[in-house]
């Protein structure tokens, strides 16, 4: 305690005395902080400092008593530490005697909530659609963007946004780059950065040209625009067997050039472009059996690498990028049909099982529906050729079957309109190669015919153009290869002739959509030939 010392005044003779001390005593306490926000499950440490009669300020702490108003949310010891319990508000105070102290507002938030993970950025014209998983504990979404790499909280940033979100009024040819941030009170956390190339328009011309030819021939092979605006070709097969080669081209050269090898040759395998940039490489056969192996392709690097194997071997199975970033893996061969499906976690670099598929099948497809659910249509399995249809939600990772196609059919394609409905077009079954055509739709989950090809095919490709349409290029029927190409319009629900490809290509050729626009072609069969060759309509 501190004490003062009164000295009396001098009187008459000027003898003097002492007084007795006299000690000073408290007259105010304040503490600090006066407010404070905390994270949930941390602690904060007041102090004490009391003023005395004599101007004197001590640190008082632990010789006052702490009051906490709200004891659920926070509690506070003899030494000024405030332990938190939950989210919420409560007032703290320290007295002594019948002095109490100014309150000090204390503040409880959640942690800051975790990063977004499978932020998703898909083209159109003049637009990109995001899309991100939900994160637990935010309470809202913000993103930022930029046309150029190394997006910040200082780009641009538009608040409040929810997925799917379209971000409009965009140049046309530009590479527009994305961060999505999840908040709360806690604080905001921003997504690793994704981005998207938006294509310089449609194809008026509707013709093929010859493009440089890749260095090896290859059908059933993969080819995946990459974000450089490159396309990495892998695997497939020829004469020497399996491969295990890859090739990238490069629109600006119209080449291409020799890239890593695979860890091991395969087809017919499937490549999946990942949020971060990679390519997943699942399954396959490399001529000696079924592969359950998976690797990735790192374009900063040009190399393969051994990643995480899937639950099961398998080929002519699917692979479709879901918007929380995980790759659904569904149905294939391996010696049996398979119903079974499974999903690739980038984040662990595994493979875990999912639920399995209503009807075992192999040759069928896999949509992502603009609903994040994904939609499987068709193929073969061990009784025959298949119309059955079902729908995978990643919501509850189960599959249910939905509306039928009107016609059985494998070896079609799947091609998701700028309207929210899937083309089904072409492929064969047990009596005949298919001309015809139908529609999903979402809405109703049910399928209903639209204008038939004007060539029957089977094995073609389908690709969905800048401008709406779709083009149908090559395959196969009971004539012979084709080279002929069709367009679909959606607005008129009918196909028309367009250019012819420069060579016949049947067995699992390739066709890549450019970010300027123009379709990549690429290898195939043609009779007993494998082919090296490109083309490129525009």
Request: hydrophobic letters at 35%.
């Amino acid at each position: 305690m501190l004490f003062s010392i009164a000295v009396a005044a001098c009187g008459g003779g000027g003898g003097s005395s002492s007084g007795t001390p006299t000690p000073a005593t408290l007259t105010s306490i304040a503490i600090t902080p006066a407010t404070a926000t905390v994270t949930n499950g941390q602690v904060t440490h007041f102090t004490a400092t009391g003023t005395y009669t004599d101007a004197s300020a001590v640190n008082i702490t632990s010789q006052v008593t702490w009051t906490s108003s709200n004891t659920a949310v926070a509690t506070i010891d003899s030494t000024g530490l405030a332990t938190t319990l939950t989210i919420g508000s409560t007032n703290i105070s320290a007295s002594s005697s019948s002095i109490t102290s100014n309150t000090s507002a204390l503040t409880v938030v959640p942690p800051p909530p975790a990063a977004p993970i499978g932020v998703f950025a898909v083209s159109a014209t003049g637009q990109v659609t995001l899309s991100w998983s939900p994160v637990t504990g935010a309470t809202s979404y913000n993103f930022y963007w930029a046309t150029s790499a190394g997006v910040t909280t200082a780009s641009n940033k538009i608040t409040g946004v929810v997925s799917p979100y379209i971000h409009s009024g965009l140049t046309d040819g530009n590479t527009y780059y994305y961060r999505v941030s999840a908040v709360n009170s806690g604080g905001e956390t921003l997504s690793d950065e994704t981005f998207s190339f938006l294509y310089t328009g449609g194809n008026p011309a509707g013709s093929f040209s010859a493009t440089g030819n890749m260095a090896t021939a290859r059908n059933a092979h993969s080819a995946t625009l990459l974000p450089s605006g490159k396309v990495l070709v892998t695997g497939g097969k020829n004469f020497f067997g399996s491969q295990a080669s890859a090739e990238i081209y490069d629109p600006s050269t119209d080449g291409f050039s020799a890239t890593g090898n695979m860890v091991t040759p395969r087809f017919p395998h499937t490549d999946t472009l990942l949020p971060n940039g990679k390519v997943l490489v699942t399954g396959g056969n490399d001529g000696a059996g079924y592969l359950a192996s998976a690797e990735l392709y790192d374009p900063a690097t040009g190399n393969f690498s051994a990643t995480g194997s899937m639950t099961s071997a398998k080929h002519f199975h699917t692979a479709t990028l879901q918007p929380n970033g995980k790759v659904l893996v569904a149905g294939g061969w391996n010696g049996s049909y398979l119903a079974s499906a499974e999903l690739y976690d980038p984040a662990t670099g595994s493979f875990s099982a999912t639920g399995s598929m209503a009807t075992a099948r192999l040759v069928h497809t896999a949509t992502l529906l603009p609903n994040g659910k994904v939609l499987v249509t068709g193929g073969i399995d061990g009784a025959g050729f298949l119309t059955s249809a079902e729908l995978y939600d990643p919501a509850t990772g189960n599959f249910s079957v939905t509306g039928s196609m009107a016609t059985e059919r494998y070896s079609h394609t799947a091609t998701l309109l700028p309207n929210g409905k899937i083309l089904v077009a072409g492929g064969a079954n047990a009596s005949s190669d298919l001309s015809s055509a139908e529609l999903y739709d979402p809405a109703t989950g049910n399928f209903s015919a639209t204008g038939s090809m004007g060539v029957a095919r089977r094995l073609h490709t389908a690709t969905l153009l800048p401008n709406g349409k779709v083009l149908i290029t090559g395959g196969a029927n009971a004539s012979s290869d084709l080279a002929s190409a069709e367009l679909y319009d959606p607005a008129t629900g009918s196909f028309s002739a367009t250019g012819t490809m420069t060579t016949a290509r049947n067995n699992y050729h390739t066709a890549t959509l450019l970010p300027n626009g123009k379709v990549l072609v690429t290898g195939g069969s043609k009779g007993t030939s494998y082919l090296s060759s490109a083309e490129l309509f525009q």
